[in-house]
């Protein structure tokens, strides 16, 4: 997910986080090609958010952020 400012990732942010909204996301098939929409889960919302903020953290220059809790997840510390 890429956004070409701050100020669009936070956008996103509060737009797909909205109460009323219902975010839908694209099946992927076995061959790689997307097919029909279903409802997003709570497990896309968490990756969509997760995204946003990794751009965010990119931009602002704060990659420290999430790769010091990626490295701590995958040795098992959190």
Do not use: I
């Not at 946003?52 to 098992?76: F, I, P, Q």
């Amino acid at each position: 997910m890429e956004f070409e400012s701050v100020e669009e990732a936070l956008g996103f942010l509060f737009d797909t986080n909205h109460q009323g909204n219902e975010m839908r996301v694209a099946t992927v098939n076995p061959d790689g090609t997307r097919s029909d929409f279903k409802k997003a889960t709570l497990k896309d919302y968490k990756e969509s958010n997760r995204e946003a903020v990794y751009a965010l953290c990119d931009m602002l220059g704060l990659e420290k952020v999430y790769l010091e809790r990626w490295e701590a997840e995958r040795v098992g510390e959190k």
